[in-house]
């Protein structure tokens, strides 16, 4: 894996195509929101200890590129599913900032209407069907989705996005075993941070990289460095290409690291405060993707640092925005379970 | 008497079990270095080492699959399903394998295992992270169901689910393993389906399960204050269920109310209900029985409409004052 300090040009070299095809204006957008995720989940987090919030979090810092990185690669009609640690999923996805803080605090205006929560938020209407509580809940629902574009005989194409403990779980083999024999659309993206909870990736496998395991459903399967957005963009776009021509599914690992804790209560006996600081100052997605933008003259330095500020900005409006908001009325309590 | 929680019982109980037991051990995700989603095996690790604290990947089927097959080769496993939720995903190995071998083997093995888990909402998790499903297991021949309602059950409960020669699915509350309450230091067992009356009183008699057992005591603690009386029966074990102590409690009261947190339509409470009506109590029925249970929705995440959406002290105060009023 590369770090921060591997130098630049080089990457610039090697991302040349993918450079090309995105543009400087996609490119800032994809820094603007790496920022913006980041500065979501560290918002999130204050709310959380403050106690404006109940419940619980998983938050995605460290992991941004994974997000930015795959959303970018699809198109308008595309289905996305994702997972517990998923607000980053569906800002990257483009999904409205203010109800989405709106859903996490738990108010009318949010995405579900206060009844989901951060662990559940869609946003249905973009063909975002939403995060999971269930690990690898998602994976068999992203088989049937493939499912309905092949017969209904559109290009879109299904994401998943799921952990490296999701990929124990029994369900997600014959999920992904029916969209190979069936050749379905879905790019099934494993979004390995190295723990699941607790348990480190080598102690749930016996296998060194998950997308090994493509070869036992006869698809493609790559593993790239998580934390290189481009890296990300590249591997997600040629999945959905392959799918879009009717070749089936792929697996990708995308391998990243969390910075913070499990959920809101974890004493990270786990892992070391050494381990979690070195990725922190050398494998930084955001100080990375902000380098390589300025060293190829696409951002100023002063435009890609100036991106955290006006990340903190579309937080501060989103908070307002749910400060503003009303909460469920419980006479509505009912409401919502048939169609 | 020493106090421990809910949480410090179970525990302490799994510590003794473990120790008395070689052939007892631990399986579940995340209860070695982490300790358990909610603390109850933490330390058990440095106690008793990874061969017996066995750290599971996510795999639920495969956790209570490994139960069945290890009691049935001699070991005494004690599972644990992180979030009583995901025992969704076990239901083969439990409802059509670990209920059903000994029956279909002619009573020639046995499958000793306990599946402990935590079930319940209010702690904001939300519909995937809430439900109380035990009467789903409550109505498969095979199983037995223990559900604690205080530190002292769910140590003595435990303990006899663990001497049981049978799979228990032993369902704890989120919301009680920090509750507080005597529990003696020696071993001990509660044994199982044996109904207790935790509080006496005479004008209604009120079947609580689990965390609404401790809501009832709130609730009579009020009444008390108009002059109403409540008595209190906890089934700890709902299957198999003994039901003489309901049913001599609602001879004596004469009014019956069942409260559970599961949702009300299929739930526990219909068979209380049930049971009190084909009973000799039914002639000393002055009320018809009443159900106070969770709404018919799944778990809202804000705040205000989960606390809605399952019972509440004030609202067994009210629904039992009423009853006692004879306004049914
Ligand atoms: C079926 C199921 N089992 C267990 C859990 C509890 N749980 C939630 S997230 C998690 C760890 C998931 O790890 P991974 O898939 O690697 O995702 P990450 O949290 O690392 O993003 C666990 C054990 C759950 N929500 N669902
Ligand atoms: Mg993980």
Known sequence: MTTNSTLQPELIQRFHNVIEELGPEQLKQMLQDMHTIRAFEERAEQLYSLGKVHGTMHLSIGQEATAVGAANALQDGDYLLNHHRGHGHCLAWGSDVNRMMAEFTGKETGFCRGRGGSMHIADVDANNLGANGIVAGGVPISTGVGLSIKMRKTSQVCMVIFGDGAANEGALHEALNMASIWDLPVIFLCENNQYAMSMPMPKAFNIEKISDRAAGYGIPGETVDGNEVLAVYEAVKKAADRARRGEGPSLIESVTYRYKGHSKSDKQAYRTRDEVNDWMENRDPIKRFGALLTTAGITSEAEATGMRDVALGIIDRSVEFSDNSPTPDVAGLMEGVYA | ?328
């Open chain 2, 1 to 328: 008497m020493r106090e421990l929680t809910y949480a410090e019982a179970l525990r302490e109980g799994l510590r003794q079990a473990m120790t008395a037991d070689s052939r007892v051990f631990m399986i579940g995700e995340d209860i070695g270095v982490y300790g358990g989603a909610f603390g109850v095996s933490a330390g058990l690790l440095a106690e008793f080492g990874a061969e017996r604290i066995i750290d599971t990947p996510i795999s639920e089927a495969g956790i209570a699959g490994a139960c069945v097959g290890a009691a049935l080769a001699g070991m005494r496993p004690v599972g644990e399903i992180q979030f009583m939720d995901f025992v969704t995903l076990t239901m083969e190995q439990l409802v059509l394998q670990a209920a059903k071998v000994r029956f279909m083997f002619g009573g020639k093995a046995s499958v000793p295992m306990v599946l402990r888990m935590p079930g319940g909402s209010g702690t904001g998790a939300a519909a995937q992270h809430s439900e109380s499903l035990e009467n789903w297991f409550v109505h498969v021949p095979g199983l037995k169901v223990v559900m604690p309602s205080t530190p002292y059950d769910a140590k003595g409960l435990l303990l006899a689910s663990i001497d049981d020669n049978n799979p228990v699915i032993f369902v704890e509350h989120k919301l009680l393993y920090k509750t507080k309450g005597p529990v003696p230091e020696e071993p001990y067992r509660i044994p199982l389906s044996q109904t207790q009356v935790v509080r006496e009183g005479k004008h209604v008699t009120v079947v609580a399960t689990s965390i609404m057992v401790s809501r009832a005591q709130q609730a009579a603690d009020e009444l008390v204050k108009e002059g109403i009386e409540l008595e209190i029966v906890d089934p700890r074990t709902l299957k198999p269920l003994d039901d003489a102590p309901i049913i001599e409690s609602v001879k004596k009261t004469g009014r019956a109310m069942v409260v559970h947190e599961a949702v009300e339509m299929g739930g526990f409470g219909g068979e209380i209900v049930a049971r009190i009506a084909s009973s000799e109590a039914f002639d000393y029925l002055e009320a018809p029985i009443r159900r106070l249970a969770g709404k018919d929705i799944p778990i809202p995440y804000n705040r205000e409409l989960e606390r809605a959406t399952v019972p509440q002290v004030e609202d067994i105060i009210a629904e039992a004052r009423k009853l006692a009023r004879g306004e049914y």
